[in-house]
Every structure is written in C-alpha cells, then in structure tokens.
C-alpha cells in the first residue's frame, strides 16, 4: 500500500522561490545519509511536527517505506500541495533521472514524528 492522499490544495510558487531556483542542485533527499556505495544510497527521512526537508531534487530511480507514519504535506514547482496519511509499511517506487528530475519538499503537519526510508538506485558505471 502507498500514501492516502487527504486534500489537494495549491500554494503559490513565489513563496519559495529561492528554494525552489537551489532545488536541482539540492540532492539530499533524506535528512541523514546512512549508507552508500556504487549501488545504492539510503536515507533516513526524520520530521518532528512542524519540520519541512526543503525543495529537493530526485534524479535517480528510488523507493521509500515508512518506519513511522504520520500527515505529511509535499509541494510541488507547480503549485500542488498534496497532503497524504502514512502507515507503517507504505512504500512506494518512483522512476526519475537527471534529465526528468522529481522536486518537492515534504512538511511534518501531522502530531508526531514520521520516518521514512528511502533508497536510491545508483548506475553502477557511474
């Protein structure tokens, strides 16, 4: 199972213009990396209510389970704002590449901590 989308709203991009122009260059999309080798890179993604992981950029192939759920809201350059309910054992699979990047930040607007986990699937030639 994945996410479950709660409400869709919009926001407007202006706000996080600054963030958002850093975005393609901002690869940390965890707030702490735990392991990487010419594989892969995991990532511990960890939010107290009220904390937001900035814009970010996703250019590699990834995937991410939540170890601790929780409402979390992400936006997108667009304009979309998406907030979503996770469980313990959501995962979700997405493809992305340097020349079809995904950016998006993600806000902890719920009451406890979220935990997710996430992988990214490096080219091994480099």
């Known amino acids: 199972m ?5 409400k869709i709203e919009s926001f407007d991009p202006a706000e996080f213009a600054e963030e958002l122009a850093a975005a393609p260059a901002n ?5 702490r990396l735990w392991f ?4 892969i890179r995991v990532w511990e993604i ?14 590699r192939n990834y995937f ?10 992400h936006r997108t350059p667009d304009g979309s704002v ?3 309910e996770y469980a313990v054992g959501d995962t ?24 997710f986990v996430t ?3 490096l080219d091994p030639a480099g």
């Open 2 to 6: 994945t996410d479950r989308v709660i």
């Open 27 to 31: 690869h940390d999309v965890g707030t």
């Open 36 to 39: 990487t080798n010419d594989r």
């Open 46 to 59: 960890r939010l107290q209510p009220g904390e937001r992981a900035p814009f970010h950029a996703h250019t």
């Open 64 to 73: 991410w389970t939540v170890v601790a759920g929780g409402t979390a809201r």
């Open 82 to 84: 998406t907030t979503s």
């Open 92 to 115: 979700k699979y997405t493809e992305n590449s340097p020349a079809n990047p995904a950016l998006h930040d993600l806000e902890n607007v719920g009451d406890a901590e979220i935990r």
């Open 119 to 121: 992988v990214e699937l």
